[in-house]
């Protein structure tokens, strides 16, 4: 293995396995015969109780921490669970990096997003524009949490010298995505709507803001590989922007999505709906930098996805 000395047996703790980006990570240790993955559900372990979190760390000592586990939502949860989106985020962030720092884990990776930067910072998206202006209102809540996490991995090295470092995501999508049309992202919303629209011979599918906002999508399963990439070769105090450098329009997504789906219908934009940041495309010079790119083509891995929840789209 590489410069962090992860052999195959190393205990490594993947928080947050249950969510889209967990179950990815424990895919990719997985096919790549690592035998020694801790992973508890949240009646087993509520990452919010400090001293759960404590008593999990002291009794498992894990060599290594995957923290993907966190509240997340599309732009309407977002907005509306604005509270819990902070607190529960901070607390989580704050308890497992605390305890691996006080039990002695060797490295951990912690995931943020692509809302951490200013909603007007120059694009493509620098690591360095972090806190260079006013966030985007819809996701304040998060992004401010997700700067905390940063801002815990980097005073942790500075104060303690623990090795953790931080992985930027830009928007998500792959297996175990959430469907709810109220609290999901655009893209699995999209395919759900048109999905319904197509097979109840709908002429029209209700579409939220203008479509204008640009977007970049990243299949879960290239995060998952940069993330064990990253634990594996980089242990940097700069958080690294991962993403595939391309981003399109919410509109062009649709279309795509439709033509995917084989929908012929309209699109009707309710420009009472948020449109959110206007773009947020990643510089991804970082990770290139560090020998990894996305792997997985924009609507190669829609149809992917699609053809695994098709029959459970309803
Ligand atoms: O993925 P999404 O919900 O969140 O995408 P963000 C929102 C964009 O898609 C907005 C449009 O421009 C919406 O107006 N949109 C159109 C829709 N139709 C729909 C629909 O049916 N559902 C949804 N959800 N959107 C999130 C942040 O922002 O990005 C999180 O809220 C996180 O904090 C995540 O950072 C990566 O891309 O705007």
């Known amino acids: 293995m590489g410069t962090s000395g992860a052999e195959l047996s190393t205990k490594i703790f993947v928080a947050g396995h249950r969510g889209m980006v967990g179950s990815a990570i424990v895919r990719n240790l997985q096919s790549k015969g690592f035998t020694n993955i801790v992973t508890r559900i949240r009646a087993e372990l509520d990452l919010t109780d400090q001293h759960a979190v404590q008593d999990f760390f ?44 006080s039990n002695q884990v060797n490295k951990l990776l912690f995931l943020g997003s692509s809302c951490i930067y200013p909603k007007m910072a120059t694009q493509p998206l620098v690591e360095d524009s972090l806190l260079t202006g006013p966030l985007e209102p819809t996701n304040e809540p998060y992004a401010v949490a997700k700067i905390a996490g940063i801002k815990l991995c980097e005073t942790y090295r500075h104060q303690y010298g623990a090795n953790f470092i931080c992985a930027m995501p830009t928007n998500l999508y792959g297996p175990g995505d959430n469907y709810d049309l109220k609290t999901s992202h655009v893209l699995p919303a999209l395919l759900r709507k048109i999905h319904f629209a197509k097979i109840h011979g709908h002429p029209s599918v209700p579409m939220w803001g203008t479509g204008l906002p640009k977007r970049e999508f990243l299949h879960v399963d290239d995060l998952a590989e940069a993330c064990v ?14 993403g595939t450098g391309e981003d399109l329009s919410i509109k062009s997504l ?19 709906m948020p449109d959110g940041t206007p773009r947020k495309l990643m510089n991804i010079e970082r990770i290139k930098a ?3 790119k996305a792997r997985i083509g924009l609507r190669e891995g829609i149809e992917g996805v699609y053809a695994e929840v098709k029959e459970s789209l309803t």
């Not at 995957?66 to 985020?89: H, M, P, S, T």
């Not at 990439?229 to 991962?242: P, S």
Request: proline share 1%.
């Open 254 to 272: 649709a279309e795509m999505i439709c033509d995917i789906v084989g929908y012929s219908g309209e699109l009707d934009w309710d420009a009472s």
């Open 229 to 242: 990439h990253l634990m594996d070769t980089y242990n940097g105090e700069k958080w690294v922007n991962v």
């Open 58 to 101: 002291k009794r498992e000592k894990p060599q290594q921490v995957y923290l993907a586990a966190a509240k997340v939502g599309g732009i309407n949860a977002n907005n509306l669970f604005r509270a819990q989106f902070l607190y529960e985020n901070l607390m989580i962030e704050a308890n497992v990096i605390h305890a691996a720092w």
């Open 290 to 292: 560090l020998g990894w």
